[in-house]
């Protein structure tokens, strides 16, 4: 069983610039979430796909958008990058019918100076 | 708006003894809630969850108990181990074949040798 990974571990970047974070999800998962936890919070619900489609969305801004592909990885682009958006970027596999196998990777973590 | 309360920030436990985490939610379309462990540098982690069918669930050392009218949840460990030392993550979410997970603000637990 292939456990959820992400990519890059660490970034940095600058107020404005665009980021994308990378996540290969657990093998024969077909739902992925992705989720922003900021420093002393849980993490927040970001948006949802499932089979290559957005399944829901959390209270994000469009400048947030995601993509999943036909093997099941996914990205979580950010454009026009602001200070606020500096927090751990986590990303969650699951298969759609269960909600309490949601297998979490251990995260991008994201600075914007 | 925290539709997912957890207001103690932290909690030290003697080894042995129990630990109880608690969790106050808003939202009463919520129906089912789970529970995560978080080490540092490591995703989330599911432990447990219980149905808004249920008033409590037992896995092992954990337990976790609900009361739907007061709109609070809790984890019991016992007995508690160094090993249980993490941030323990209250979430809910409406059981409609979503997984989009509300999250708490997480409890820090320590358990003292």
């Known amino acids: 069983e292939t456990g959820v990974t992400q990519s890059p571990t660490h970034l940095i970047k600058t107020r404005g610039q665009q980021v994308t974070l990378r996540c290969s999800s657990q093998s024969g998962h077909n739902t992925v979430s992705w989720y922003q936890q900021a420093l002393g919070q849980g993490p927040q619900f970001i948006f949802q796909y499932y089979r290559e489609e957005e399944n829901g969305r959390g209270n994000f801004p469009p400048r947030f958008s995601g993509l999943q592909f036909p093997n099941y990885s996914s990205e979580l682009n950010v454009n026009a990058l602001e200070l606020d958006d500096s927090a751990l970027y986590l990303c969650a596999s699951s298969l759609a019918v269960s909600t309490d196998t949601q297998y979490f990777g251990p995260g991008t973590r994201l600075t914007v100076l | 708006d925290q539709q997912v309360k957890q207001n103690s920030p932290s909690l030290s436990v003697q080894e042995g003894r129990i630990s109880i985490l608690n969790c106050d939610y808003t939202n009463s379309m919520f129906d089912y809630f789970l529970w995560y462990k978080k080490y540092p540098a490591e995703g989330p982690t599911f432990l447990i969850s219980?149905?808004?069918?249920?008033d409590k669930n037992e896995d092992g050392r954990f337990t976790v108990f609900l009361n739907k009218s007061a709109k609070h949840l809790s984890l019991h460990i016992v007995p508690s181990q160094p090993g249980d030392s993490a941030v323990y993550f209250c979430a809910a979410c409406s059981a409609f074949g979503n997984e989009k997970l509300t999250f708490g603000t997480g409890t820090r637990l320590t358990i003292i040798p």
């Open positions: 219980i149905s808004s069918i249920k």
